[in-house]
């Protein structure tokens, strides 16, 4: 029975390619109205998880659930209430930024009307609005980066999937996004599961931190309650996310003396 | 050297990374299928280019090498099936010369399943040359075919890229789809018409065999690609052309000077922004209350995915082109047997529309590209995703039936107009079948197109070859319960039987439409994965 105070709810969640685990029986908990960030070297299984709990994925094993449903049988109920902003977009490009974001409003059930002044309203704040009619085949990538965070809000969701969201944004589109993201959660209570390698957007944003590792779960919990090391001592999340992941401090050059050494290239 | 053996070497990894076992065994039957199909044309070529050397000796290459390079090109052409085997766009971050990689394209062309057809009459032209005029003449002619191929290749590459050049501005291609159709199918029917005009004239001015085969070749003699390695094969063809030296110069600045502009011009292409792309807001729906208007019969989430099929329709060259060849090539059809035997005019025309049904939907979403994981993203219903497919996909097969139809019964009313009934509701049934079929296809093997240029091959394989064949069975099914409803029928009752039948179809096959909705929804959610990993994926070099 899945829990109402949680906006995602995983039980021992599994995913297999070809034979290989991606997932190996992750169960995570994140709290309705929390800011969560979801860590993992390259590899861990974020995408997966993002994947199978936007529905783009079945799960090889285990369960899922989003604000209630489950993702396997009511995946279009889980749809209804979700935003997503997905690893490498994948938006409509034959469609203009203002016709996706219409198609995506109306897609959600908002009337025309709404569908069209909310398109209007968001192109404007993501500084979009002079190429609304441009094709989105011809946007840049922080173009298209904002549009599919236009697409992902547009039907005020009440859990948003970003898997990094800011990489490719400029610093001022960053700091705009970091704002909205902080307000929708302070004020409208909105969830928000996001992916990042940048831990200080982490840091920054997130009330509570997940890590995965090798389809695992290393680490749960609030960012306070992990930065407290096992000694009691205060730590980075940086040194939090390398102990939990057990990267050894090995030097990136190491072995690689034909490339570090001092002499110039020919 | 080392730029063509890596090349070559990526080329062949990603090839056997991106195909299993089966599905390589698979293609190389269908493609011995495929050459024993044309081998009648190919071999019937290569034992008439054997008999005419082994008679004439080495002047008879002009017109075998002139015959050759124009059946490559027009064939190319006609066929869309120019291609390069190496996109710079994808290697532009490498330290390569654009150069090399053009070379290596031109190069890798000669592997082109129309140079390939080509090679048997070439052989047999060397053979007969060296059984006529001795060894070494055959070596000289082996030379000059193997630079023939080199120039022919080296000009299709330039022809290429400049087609591409211009295909990357947007709005261009949407008239180059239409206007490069027109083109060939204009220039065929200039050359259909004025061929039997020449054959007619030739047969009442008593022209011989041998006659035509001198002029044949003296029209050849002018043209520099093809006189030039007949030269250095031998041919010493009248002019400039009569030193075997001059001959090669010529040779080796027809095969450098499409490299070097050729080269230019896809560096400068492989740079090249977007043109623009952009929509005009009175034109696109946004002048409109809401995103789509309501289509009869469908709900408002269908009619909202219909309207975003229609527009990605009308916005997609490949789509376009495909929508507009085929009324095009009936059109043409129907033109060029106006003035045959009864029964080319109609039956040629119903087969061409028919026998390429099944082919048409096999890309149904793997236009959608990347937009395909957003479609999946949304609060769909599969059976709504695959209804508004299969409708748009409908409306635009017959509109273009739609066309085809009035044009025949425009060209021909007498024959045509009694059976117009039986004929549009037989299609009708056809098409319903194909769009099931095509929709199966395209959702359990999905594939994505081709991004550049203009149609290039199409997918099919094994699996387009059996829905090819299913479609055919069943439209030949039809037809002859209509031939064998109309020999039982009293004659007076011909035409109300013949529709009779042809109704009873049509109701069959828009039932079984109906039923395989479900069924593909069902498979659509099945190979969602697969199709997101499919037409999703970034293309590689």
């Not at chain 2, 990374?17 to 081998?39: I, K």
Request: proline residues 5%; glycine residues 10%; contains cysteine.
């Amino acid at each position: 029975m899945p829990d109402s105070t949680l906006a995602i709810q995983t039980h021992q969640l599994t995913r297999l390619f070809g034979g290989k685990p991606a997932l190996d029986g992750l169960t995570l908990e994140v709290p309705e109205g929390s800011f969560f960030g979801f860590l993992g070297p390259n590899g861990a299984g974020k995408s997966t998880t993002i994947n199978i709990l936007t529905g783009l994925l079945a799960p090889s094993g285990g369960s899922a659930h989003v604000l209630g449903f489950d993702v396997e049988t009511q995946a279009i109920e889980v749809k209804r209430r979700i935003g997503v902003v997905p690893d490498g977009l994948h938006l409509f490009e034959r469609l203009s930024g203002e016709e996706h974001l219409r198609f995506v409003g109306e897609a959600h059930g908002l009337e025309p009307a709404d569908a069209r002044r909310r398109a209007g309203q968001l192109l404007a704040a993501m500084h979009l609005s002079d190429d609304a009619n441009k094709l989105v085949s011809n946007y840049s990538h922080g173009m298209r980066k904002k549009l599919a965070l236009s697409c992902a809000l547009i039907h005020e969701p009440r859990l948003l999937f970003l898997d990094e969201p800011f990489e490719g944004v400029d610093a001022v589109a960053t700091r705009e996004l970091r704002d909205l993201l902080q307000q929708l959660v302070t004020t409208r209570g909105t969830t928000v599961f996001l992916t990042s390698h940048v831990l200080e957007v982490v840091e920054r944003l997130c009330t509570h931190v997940g890590i995965i590792v090798e389809g695992r779960l290393a680490a749960c919990g609030t960012l306070g309650d992990l930065r407290h090391g096992p000694d009691g001592a205060p730590r980075s999340l940086e040194e939090l996310f390398l102990d939990t992941v057990g990267a050894d401090r090995q030097g990136a050059g190491d072995g690689l003396d034909w490339l570090t050494r001092g002499t110039g290239p020919a | 050297m080392r730029t063509l053996r890596l090349l070559f070497w990526l080329r062949w990894r990603i090839a056997m990374n991106t195909t299993t076992r089966r599905g390589r065994w698979a293609m190389a039957g269908l493609t011995v299928l495929l050459a024993l199909a044309f081998s009648p044309l190919y071999l019937g070529a290569a034992a008439a280019a054997w008999v005419y050397t082994s008679k004439s000796g080495a002047p008879a290459l002009l017109v075998v090498f002139g015959v050759c390079q124009l059946a490559i090109v027009w064939a190319s052409l006609l066929a869309g099936a120019l291609g390069r085997l190496f996109e710079l766009d994808k290697l532009k971050r490498y330290p390569l010369r654009p150069t090399d990689v053009f070379a290596v394209n031109t190069i890798a062309s000669l592997t082109e399943p129309v140079v390939l057809m080509s090679v048997p009459t070439l052989v047999a032209a060397i053979a007969g040359v060296a059984r006529h005029d001795g060894t070494l003449a055959g070596f000289q002619a082996a030379a000059g075919t193997a630079l023939l191929l080199l120039i022919t290749a080296a000009a299709l590459q330039w022809l290429l890229a400049i087609l591409d050049d211009l295909l990357r501005r947007e709005w261009m291609r949407y008239a180059a789809a239409f206007l490069f159709t027109l083109t060939v199918l204009a220039f065929q029917l200039i050359v259909g018409r004025s061929s039997r005009h020449l054959a007619e004239q030739a047969r009442r001015a008593g022209v011989t065999p041998e006659r035509l085969l001198d002029e044949v070749a003296r029209f050849f003699e002018r043209i520099p690609t093809v006189s030039a390695p007949a030269s250095v094969g031998g041919a010493h063809a009248n002019g400039i052309f009569h030193e075997p030296l001059v001959g090669l110069l010529v040779c080796l600045v027809a095969v450098a000077l499409p490299v070097w502009l050729g080269s230019r011009t896809m560096s400068r292409s492989a740079v090249r922004n977007s043109g623009g792309g952009r929509v005009r807001a009175s034109r696109g729906p946004a002048a409109t209350g809401a995103f789509a208007r309501r289509w009869p019969g469908l709900t408002r989430i269908q009619s909202l995915l219909a309207t975003r099929e229609l527009l990605y329709l009308f916005r997609t060259p490949a789509v376009l082109y495909q929508m507009i060849v085929v009324p095009l090539t009936v059109v043409a059809i129907t033109l060029i047997g106006r003035t045959r035997e009864a029964g080319y005019g109609e039956l040629l025309p119903l087969f061409v529309m028919t026998s390429t049904l099944a082919a048409r939907n096999l890309m149904l979403w793997g236009h959608d590209g990347a937009g395909i994981r957003s479609l999946f993203l949304l609060p769909f219903e599969p059976r709504d995703l695959v209804l508004s497919k299969n409708v748009v996909w409908l409306v635009g097969a017959f509109l273009e039936a739609g066309l085809a139809f009035a044009t025949l019964a425009a060209l021909r009313p007498a024959s045509v107009m009694p059976l117009l009934p039986v004929m549009i509701t037989g299609y009708a049934a056809v098409t319903f079948v194909g769009g099931a079929l095509g929709t199966w296809v395209s959702i359990t093997r999905p594939s994505k197109p081709q991004e550049r240029g203009l149609s290039r091959r199409g997918p099919g394989g094994v699996v387009g070859l059996v829905a090819y064949l299913v479609v055919l069975i069943l439209a030949g099914a039809i037809l002859l319960a209509v031939i064998a409803t109309r020999s039982l029928a009293p004659d007076a009752h011909d035409g109300l039987a013949s529709l009779l039948v042809a109704s009873l179809a049509l109701i069959v096959c828009v039932a079984l439409w109906w039923l395989s909705l479900e069924r593909n929804a069902d498979e659509l959610e099945r190979h969602r994965e697969q199709m997101i990993g499919e037409i999703a994926k970034t293309a590689d070099a």
